[in-house]
T-cell receptor, first 115, second 115 residues
Framework: GDSVTQMEGPVTLSEEAFLTINCTYT??????LFWYVQYPGEGLQLLLK?????DKGSNKGFEATYRKETTSFHLEKGSVQVSDSAVYFC??????????????FGKGTKLSVIP | DTAVSQTPKYLVTQMGNDKSIKCEQN?????MYWYKQDSKKFLKIMFS???????INETVPNRFSPKSPDKAHLNLHINSLELGDSAVYFC??????????????FGEGSRLTVL
């Protein structure tokens, strides 16, 4: 079935460091891809998305490009801040058995940014 | 105003008890979901309702019974609680076909601890 694989965490970086969180997927058809972020004690928020190959999603300095040839959607940020400390989830949309769409999440990557 | 609200936020109970978690969304969305997040932060969909109709029902024990009195509410009732039910339960909502657009709106979660 469809699945998402993210790099294992936790990831600890110093402020202003470059961030990459790897995400690869397995899917039939052409899914849409997403990154969600979960700040401590909160629910998940959509960070960015891409709906077709070569699309680049971006938000709050984060970027990810939908790479169909490598089935990847890696998250990057050029200079992280302490406020970026959170758990990041890669996800893809899939069609359920009932014909509706649902999100399948990766296992999440915890990022800690230290001053 | 909170878009997706869940109550209670914390719930501590004994094995064998029955408990409910309530969810309400004021976004006018047609689809609502329940996700379970385990201690390792892994998120898995449990149920999805579309206009009060059950759409997705993943492999979840019969002890879990969702109820949607109207499209703004989706409650989760759990019978005969077990230790393994301890988790954070997230309610979410989306416009129709939200899985394709990816914009799921999450509540803050309800942390259930079974002793």
């Amino acid at each position: 079935g469809d699945s998402v694989t993210q790099m294992e965490g936790p990831v600890t970086l110093s402020e202003e460091a470059f961030l990459t969180i790897n995400c690869t997927y397995t899917a039939t058809g052409y899914p849409s891809l997403f990154w969600y972020v979960q700040y401590p004690g909160e629910g998940l928020q959509l960070l960015l998305k891409a709906t077709k190959a070569d699309d680049k999603g971006s938000n709050k300095g984060f970027e990810a490009t939908y790479r169909k040839e490598t089935t990847s959607f890696h998250l990057e940020k050029g200079s992280v801040q302490v406020s970026d400390s959170a758990v990041y989830f890669c996800a893809l949309s899939t069609i359920s058995g009932a014909g509706s769409y649902q999100l399948t999440f990766g296992k999440g990557t915890k990022l800690s940014v230290i001053p | 105003d909170t878009a997706v609200s869940q109550t209670p936020k914390y719930l501590v109970t004994q094995m064998g008890n029955d408990k409910s978690i309530k969810c309400e969304q004021n976004l006018g969305h047609d689809t609502m979901y329940w996700y379970k997040q385990d201690s390792k932060k892994f998120l898995k969909i449990m149920f999805s309702y579309n206009n009060k109709e059950l759409i997705i029902n993943e492999t979840v024990p019969n002890r879990f019974s969702p109820k949607s009195p109207d499209k703004a509410h989706l409650n989760l009732h759990i019978n005969s609680l077990e230790l393994g039910d301890s988790a954070v339960y997230f309610c979410a909502s989306s416009p129709l076909g939200g899985g394709l657009s990816g914009e799921l709106f999450f509540g803050e979660g309800s942390r259930l601890t079974v002793l």
